[in-house]
């Protein structure tokens, strides 16, 4: 006998539909799983097999053949367990064929018939709602294909899958309770009883335990108003991190549009979302100066995952000593920090994952760590090596660059307290609602023609910016940076109209040079 249940599989942080069609017939006994399983889904044999003999089924003694539906794209995980078992038993006649009509099927199954949680429930739920049965824009058409009435994922999952807003959300606990619910012999269990997981609400660190540093802090509202990215380049033990570390504060919440896709990529990775699934507060990634290429930007050769750039889609991605960093690996960042999106591409698959977020990069200023003015101890090929791995386009693509000092002992024994997360944060919200109410979008996405109509730039500041030029300390896309963050500098002092001289000047003091030579002085700009 034949039979199709609904289920899903995620392709990076894309939802697809899969149907599984079971068949089994005549011959020796076997099982054999077709349409592109990985080597975790393809070990869904063994796993089904015991969680229907513990949970008082019968395993037929018959050849059993698995498909996969489409077999365009590669299925992994274990979230088709569930799905199969329920085809296997519908084939074999232990359940009737109309109790999985429009119902689709999610979950891992343990030994015992357990049905355990997974990762990529949200998307998955969203494309079964959507009827998107791949990635990409394609007419496929999955066969006996009845409306949507309702899916049933396990009792972790129950939140992520309430995002996507299907018809209906059921609890699976187990295998037998998921076959008596369908046949009317017991009611789904109230949905009440099912939690997310709970990260927990962490604490965000103030802006006001920094002391002193006020150009940094400067640079940190200038990135978060207008979009900016930023370089902070100073001695060890200067604040860098702990500057860093306080940016998601003064963001504000994220909309509705980049919740969703924020929750999607972090549901899609495996992480731990929200006790109420959706993640409205911008995310901070900040991975080891070691991580792989790979790692940052997505992708994989088993399988599509989403990397850490998706991760911080809407938020901020921290690279702390970023000269630590592979070369190979910053030049990747490139091209999302341009367009917002990662496209990544393999033999067998293309996708693209949104990639939308704030770059804040940290660095000594050489490799010895540099310190008070003037006491570097590199040689001139020590410096030499250093500044290649910083090569011009990606120094060009931050906005901001900011040479922080390590603070005074006044300032650190009995300064005053720095100006709260609460006070910038609302500051930060009204420069950014000034610029989005004016043209749309964030300063730091204007470009070409915007630039001209929405950051003119007055006689005197043109006269700034044409003397940067001809010296060529400013290249054609850094003219445009120091546009944008003149325009950021003017919506934080309320100023319409063309840009002046002094926000000209202040955007171009904003872009330290990286390294020094030998015997510069660290408070040297550009």
Not at 401 to 428: K, M, Q
Not at 460 to 474: P, S
Request: aromatic content about 4%; overall charge neutral; proline content about 6%.
């Amino acid at each position: 006998m034949l039979s199709a249940v609904r289920t899903a599989s995620v392709v990076a942080a894309t939802g697809c539909q899969v149907m599984v069609e079971a068949h089994i017939g005549l011959g020796l006994p076997g099982f054999t799983i077709l349409g592109r399983p990985d080597d975790v889904c393809r070990e869904a044999r063994d796993r089904v097999r015991a969680a229907i003999v513990t949970s008082g089924f019968y395993w037929p003694s018959r050849r059993i053949t698995l498909n996969l539906a489409p077999s365009t794209h590669k299925k992994v995980g274990s979230a088709l367990d569930l799905a199969i078992a329920i085809a296997l038993l519908i084939s074999d006649e232990q359940l009737p064929a109309e109790c999985a009509d429009g119902l689709a099927f999610i979950g891992e199954l343990g030994l015992d018939g357990r049905v355990r949680a997974v990762s990529g429930v949200a998307p998955m739920v969203m494309a079964l709602r959507n009827g998107m049965p791949t990635g990409d824009d394609d007419e496929y058409e999955l066969p006996s294909m009845k409306p949507l009435r309702g899916v049933i994922v396990p009792a972790g999952n129950v939140a992520e899958a309430r995002i996507a807003r299907p018809p209906a959300v059921r609890v699976a606990q187990s295998l037998r309770q998921v076959a008596e619910c369908l046949v009317g012999n017991m009611a789904w269990p109230d949905i009440n009883e099912s939690k997310g997981a709970d990260v927990g609400v962490e604490k965000i660190p103030d802006l006001s335990d920094v002391r002193g540093q006020t150009a940094a802090r400067l640079g940190l509202e200038l990135s978060a108003s207008g979009g900016h990215h930023l370089l902070l380049v100073g001695p060890p033990g200067s604040g860098k991190t702990m500057l860093a570390q306080r940016l998601p504060g003064i963001l504000p919440v994220l909309d509705d549009e980049t919740a969703l896709e924020a929750t999607m990529i972090r549901s899609a990775a495996g992480e731990p979302l929200p006790a109420n699934g959706l993640v409205t507060r911008p995310p901070i990634r900040m991975p080891h100066h070691s991580a792989s290429a790979v790692s940052i930007v997505g992708g994989g050769s088993t399988s599509m995952r989403p990397g850490e750039v998706s991760l911080a889609h809407g938020g901020v991605l921290f690279l702390d000593e970023l000269g630590e960093f592979a070369p190979s690996t910053l030049d990747g960042l490139r091209q999302p920090l341009e367009e917002g999106v990662v496209r990544v591409a393999r033999a067998n698959t293309r996708v693209s994952l949104p990639a939308r977020f704030t770059l804040i990069g940290a660095t000594n200023p050489c490799p010895c760590g540099g310190g008070a003015p003037g006491s570097c101890e590199c040689d001139e090929a020590a410096l030499a090596k250093y500044r290649r791995r910083f090569n011009g386009p990606f120094l060009d693509r931050f906005d901001v660059r900011v040479l922080v000092h390590r603070p005074g002992v006044d300032e650190l024994l009995g300064g005053e307290l720095g100006e709260n997360t609460e006070s910038v944060a609302a500051r930060v919200l009204r420069t950014r609602s000034i610029a989005i109410e004016r043209q749309g979008m964030l300063n730091a996405r204007l470009s070409g023609e915007l630039l001209e109509q929405f950051a003119p730039v007055s006689e005197a500041g043109m006269n700034l910016l044409r003397y940067e030029l001809e010296i060529g300390r400013l290249t054609g896309r850094g003219l445009h940076r120091v546009r944008r963050v003149a325009r950021s500098l003017a919506d934080r002092d309320l100023h319409e109209g063309a840009l002046s001289d002094r926000h000209i000047a202040a955007a171009l003091a904003l872009r330290a040079r990286i390294a020094p030579r030998r015997g510069d002085d660290l408070r040297q700009v550009v």
